[in-house]
């Protein structure tokens, strides 16, 4: 079954709003990342975070992990047109980067 | 610059028609990955190499195989291409430590 759900599944904010977007999974992980993918396009790492961190930034990016909760968000701050694309959570449970389980992703959709 | 490259990037087949898919890389990562992408759902991980080891997932098709003659190369094979194979086939690279995937921009397989 897929480990990494994420929440909302659209989301549509105004240019300069910031977006949250939310992500649970079920099993102990070693880390977890999220990538971004343009409309038919391959996907680009953004950021992990492994399961001993609880938070992690990186430029207008903003990581929480929360291993209790198993759960994890990411936020974009000061949201432009050119972050509308759709985010994936990704779950590695072995931490030998292996094998990345994928959610099904969230499309954000940022007005100008 | 280092990039995971595939071709080709729309590939059109026809039902029963072997079909093979191209991924190269300059990145000189030692673990390559298929992964196959239907419309609106998660990245589902086919099988991977880590040097030329071939870890194939368990609830990959047999009608799915992979080479991977060097390094740089890597393509995966279908040999009887159904209608429900027609998806985005997706390349990724990764050094095997918690440093993310690399992927390629996809190849579009559609099937008649």
């Known amino acids: 079954s897929q480990q990494g759900e994420e929440d909302p599944q659209a989301l549509s904010i105004q240019e300069g709003e910031n977006a949250t977007m939310n992500c649970s999974y079920k099993t102990s992980i070693n880390n977890l990342q999220w990538y971004r993918q343009n409309s038919g396009r391959g996907l680009v790492h953004l950021i992990l975070i492994r399961s001993n961190e609880r938070e992690k930034h990186s430029g207008r990016l903003r990581v929480t992990l929360d291993t209790s909760k198993k759960s994890s968000s990411l936020l974009i701050t000061a949201s432009r047109a050119a972050d509308t694309a759709s985010y994936f959570c990704?779950?590695?449970?072995?931490?030998?980067?292996?094998?990345?389980?994928f959610g099904k992703g969230i499309t954000l959709s940022v007005r100008p | 610059d280092a990039m995971v490259i595939q071709n080709p990037r729309y590939q059109v087949t026809q039902f029963g028609k072997p079909v093979t898919l191209s991924c190269s890389q300059t990145?000189?990562?030692?673990?390559m990955y298929w992964y196959q992408q239907k419309s609106s759902q998660a990245p589902k991980l086919l099988f991977h190499y880590y040097d030329k080891d071939f870890n194939n997932e368990a609830d990959t098709p047999d009608n799915f195989q992979s080479r991977r003659p060097n390094t740089s190369f890597c393509f995966l094979d279908i040999r009887s291409p159904g209608l429900g194979d027609a998806a985005m086939y997706l390349c990724?690279?990764?050094?095997?430590?918690?440093?993310?995937?690399?992927f390629g921009p996809g190849t579009r397989l559609t099937v008649l």
């Open positions: 990724a690279t990764s050094t095997g430590d918690l440093r993310g995937k690399f």
């Open positions: 990704a779950t590695d449970v072995t931490g030998a980067n292996s094998k990345l389980t």
């Open positions: 990145l000189n990562h030692n673990v």
